[in-house]
T-cell receptor, first 114, second 117 residues
Framework: DSGVTQTPKHLITATGQRVTLRCSPRSGDLSVYWYQQSLDQGLQFLIQYYNGEERAKGNILERFSAQQFPDLHSELNLSSLELGDSALYFC?????????????FGPGTRLTVL | AQSVTQLDSQVPVFEEAPVELRCNYSSSVSVYLFWYVQYPNQGLQLLLKYLSGSTLVESINGFEAEFNKSQTSFHLRKPSVHISDTAEYFCAVRLADSGGGADGLTFGKGTHLIIQP
């Protein structure tokens, strides 16, 4: 158990809909990262937050957005969903922003878009 | 931009045999190197990482990886595998600190290690 929690575990929705994925980092960790794992693209970094502020953007679509709240939990919002958005979405956390720091991954949310 | 290549998508090996999972990376700047493992239906767990110093790094469960700067490689090895090592293994890089730490991990496509009894 990494200490990172993600809800829900599974999510099934239809094209065009909007969903919100939630992540609670390990106690004391200030950085939160979101990753997408799909069969064709593999594991891709989406976005990073540090202590409430956006820190870095990866391959995140404009239809996707995220935020980190004062209690440090984070939410990833996916809108106008397409079939290709079906994937496993992982959240990870680390104490700070050091590139050397270990990122601890949650169990993931499996999103299925029908 | 950085990239990571894992040359083998699947590696079948017999129990108690040695194994090597290959990883090559490309980057114009210094990077840190990581191996993560993903067991079925679970998230990723850090196996080991190379930051600096000795080029050979070891994990607590018998895996080791060697950083080779000239060949831009970070291959993972284990002298004797067990059924419980069956998993997906991901090699990853991240930019070495330059006052930022403002990026994520760049992963390879993964190698599925299949242990045969």
């Amino acid at each position: 158990d990494s200490g990172v929690t993600q809800t829900p575990k599974h999510l099934i929705t239809a094209t065009g809909q909007r969903v919100t994925l939630r992540c609670s980092p390990r106690s004391g960790d200030l950085s939160v990262y979101w990753y997408q794992q799909s069969l064709d693209q593999g594991l891709q970094f989406l976005i990073q937050y540090y202590n409430g502020e956006e820190r870095a953007k990866g391959n995140i679509l404009e239809r996707f957005s995220a935020q980190q709240f004062p209690d440090l939990h984070s939410e990833l919002n996916l809108s106008s969903l397409e079939l290709g958005d079906s994937a496993l979405y992982f959240c990870a956390s680390s104490p700070g922003t050091s590139g050397a720091g270990t990122q601890y991954f949650g169990p993931g949310t499996r999103l299925t878009v029908l | 931009a950085q990239s990571v290549t894992q040359l083998d998508s699947q590696v079948p090996v017999f129990e108690e045999a040695p194994v090597e999972l290959r990883c090559n990376y490309s980057s114009s700047v210094s990077v840190y190197l990581f191996w993560y493992v993903q067991y079925p239906n679970q998230g990723l767990q850090l196996l080991l990482k190379y930051l600096s110093g000795s080029t050979l790094v070891e994990s607590i469960n018998g895996f080791e990886a060697e950083f080779n700067k000239s060949q831009t490689s970070f291959h993972l090895r284990k002298p004797s595998v067990h059924i419980s090592d069956t998993a997906e293994y991901f090699c990853a890089v991240r930019l070495a600190d330059s006052g930022g730490g403002a990026d994520g991990l760049t992963f390879g496509k993964g190698t599925h290690l299949i242990i045969q009894p």
